[in-house]
């Protein structure tokens, strides 16, 4: 009897559902964490090395660059690498999808069909197999995440941002990040935020909006979220490179008048994306099902009721159709009846 007691304590006031939530994280941690995240901008702004600066890993190990003629004609691909990252025994299942191509060509008016195709076939797979039979081991390979790297160069946002931003902020989370901004002083980099900000609003573009802490969280966690939002969209540089400085390696660039340290705060926004990508991956995977799929999947499901309005109605019109020939059939029937009984009858002797 002691020892059941031991084992399911009776505790006055205290039924035990409060430790659900540890439940859960312990059914998720062994099962692991799927997600997707794309990356879209022009060649050259350092997409790639800051993927791989980000999760610590080569994504890139055998990637073939191409010379500037062939990006004249080029079109752009759809590179998806799956990686599978283990941190202090949680899995994540983390899969980047890679635009090279995007921007290049002279006349890039088409260039983000094939990235619009890849974000609804995603979820076309996903809703073909939440209805089948077997939907307890459904991989999410969904869009949950769209970095958009915005080139420091330019003087805000241009036309091909605008219109690829616009087409797919209804479909995907979308993130801007200015790439390179070591290319950029403090001040030109508060004021180029301030443009791309501006013009966000003004052109109606809705962009990931990260969700203000609970008042129950703790101050350092209210602040972190302040901190993040004020930082969009992120400034960031990236590197794969390992500098020694005062006696201590850190992944940064060296110039001739010193070296921009890739994770300090002071220098770019790198460990804010990061923390923000980490913090809300939960957030930007629930946005993606409870928004943005589940927009895709009511349009689908109208597009089929009115495909299958169309059928019934074709049905109709051909059931009408048939039926006013075999009216007309019957009336020719009737006509040709009513004929051969008016006919007088032959009695054979000629007259």
């Not at 605008?162 to 479909?171: A, D, L, R």
């Not at 980099?189 to 802490?213: C, F, N, V």
């Not at 129950?216 to 990236?238: C, H, N, R, W, Y």
């Not at 220098?267 to 913090?279: A, G, I, Q």
Request: charged share 30%; glycine share 6%.
């Amino acid at each position: 009897m002691s020892t059941e007691k031991a084992k399911f304590p009776d505790v006055t006031g205290y039924v035990g559902f409060a430790n659900l939530p540890n439940q859960v994280h312990r059914k998720s941690v062994k099962k692991g964490f799927e997600f997707t995240l794309m990356v879209v901008g022009e060649s050259g702004l350092g997409k790639s090395t800051l993927i791989n600066s980000l999760f610590l890993t080569d994504l890139y190990p055998e990637r073939y660059v191409p010379g500037a003629a062939e990006k004249i004609e080029r079109t752009v691909q759809i590179e998806a690498s799956t990686v599978e990252i283990e941190e202090r025994g949680v899995k994540l299942r983390l899969t980047v999808v890679d635009t090279p191509g995007y921007g290049d060509a002279i006349n890039s008016q088409d260039c983000f069909r094939p990235i619009i195709q890849y974000i609804d076939n995603q979820f076309e797979r996903y809703l073909h197999d939440e209805s089948g039979l077997n939907r307890r081991h459904i991989v999410d390979n969904r869009v949950h995440c769209c970095f958009y790297f915005i080139s420091p160069f330019g003087h805000g946002l241009k036309p091909l941002d605008v219109e690829f931003m616009k087409t797919i902020h209804s479909k995907v989370n979308i993130v801007p990040v200015i790439a390179k901004a070591d290319t950029l002083t403090l001040r030109e980099r508060e004021r180029l935020k301030r443009r791309i900000l501006d013009e966000i609003t003004e052109h109606g573009i809705r962009i990931y909006q990260l969700p203000d802490a609970d008042s129950d969280e703790d101050e350092e966690f209210k602040e972190q979220t302040m901190i993040l939002k004020a930082s969009v969209p992120f400034a960031v540089i990236g590197s794969n490179q390992l500098i020694e400085v005062k006696g201590k390696k850190i992944r940064g660039r060296l110039y001739p008048w010193g070296v921009v340290e890739v994770e300090n705060p002071e220098h770019n926004d790198f460990l804010k994306l990061r923390t923000m990508l980490v913090t809300h991956m939960q957030d930007l995977q629930e946005v993606t099902q409870d928004l943005h799929y589940e927009n895709f999947r009511s349009e689908r499901l109208k597009r089929v009721g009115r495909d299958v309005e169309d059928e019934t109605v074709d049905k109709d019109k051909i059931l009408l159709q048939k039926e006013a020939e075999l009216r007309r059939m019957q009336e020719m029937i009737a006509q040709m009846q009513a004929q051969m009984r008016m006919k007088p009858a032959d009695n054979g002797d000629g007259h």
